[in-house]
């Protein structure tokens, strides 16, 4: 059993004004097997989450919590949280020039799991995945997402997260500049990943288009750093037919 708990979360922001509070109390709870979408308009603080949990440190918590399986994630540090078992998917994947992609996973690998993978089978099991997300064996020997189109940034994302394997994945957006090719591939790859045991989604999008193909448990609105309203699948139709209006003039 995994579960990602996350209570009263409160983060702030520097600014040149001073403090700028972002997320205003988040609650909210992640246990295996379920699949939580997270969506809202921009600047909501969908992102911002993703960041807190995964250890940003543009990101202040003045106050709340976040626990995996009881640990507290809010004192670890940034690779602790990894080992833990959690896993960032991020909007804008970064480049790393002169890190090979087979060298940055094994390295990866080897850190979460406190020894290196065997050799022979890690070069298959990585061409296995690379293969699954339709990217060529080539793609290993080269930099870290350096020349990828942003559909191979974000299926190499899920190639990362099919190898690593950790507890809970959280994915800012990963539809985000995606043709409905990739996204359809993309979204196999989270299938599969879901599909194993003791396995969580947070899922942060703007639109319904990937829950068509990843099923969501749970939908969850994001307004002002807040959760305006929750509830099962249909509440993401809902959202697609009427938008954020109502929830934004509320805010008002």
Avoid: C
Avoid at 37 to 45: D, R, V, W
Avoid at 99 to 123: H, Y
Avoid at 168 to 188: M, R, W
Wanted: hydrophobic residues 35%; aromatic residues 6%; without cysteine.
């Amino acid at each position: 059993m995994s579960t990602l708990e996350i209570k009263d979360l409160k983060v702030s922001v520097s600014t040149d004004d001073g403090p700028k509070e972002i997320l205003k109390g988040v609650t909210l709870t992640i246990k295996d097997g379920e699949t939580h979408a997270i969506m809202g308009p921009n600047g909501s603080g969908k992102s911002t989450l993703a960041y807190s949990i995964a250890g940003h440190p543009k990101y202040d918590i003045t106050g709340g919590s976040v626990t995996l399986d009881g640990q507290d994630v809010l004192a670890m540090s940034v690779d602790e949280r990894a080992r833990a078992g959690l896993f960032l998917a991020m909007q804008y994947p970064v480049e790393v020039p002169g890190v090979s992609v087979t060298n940055f996973m094994r390295t990866a690998k080897t850190a979460i799991d406190g020894e290196a993978p065997k050799l022979r089978t890690w070069v298959k099991d990585v061409n296995a995945a690379m293969s699954r997300m339709n990217l060529d064996s080539t793609f290993t020997q080269r930099s870290v997402n350096e020349g990828f189109s942003g559909g191979e940034k974000k299926r190499h994302e899920i190639a990362q997260l099919e190898l690593l394997d950790p507890k809970v994945a959280i994915l800012d957006e990963t539809d985000s500049g995606l043709d409905i090719d990739a996204l359809k591939v993309v979204s196999e790859g989270v299938n599969r990943f879901r599909g194993g045991e003791g396995k969580g989604v947070l899922l942060i999008t703007h639109y319904t288009r990937i829950l068509r193909y990843i099923q969501p448990d749970f939908v969850h609105v994001f307004v002002d750093g807040k959760i305006a309203e929750q509830g099962g699948a249909e509440l993401a139709d809902q959202l697609e037919a009427e938008g954020y209006d109502k929830y934004l003039t509320a805010k008002v």
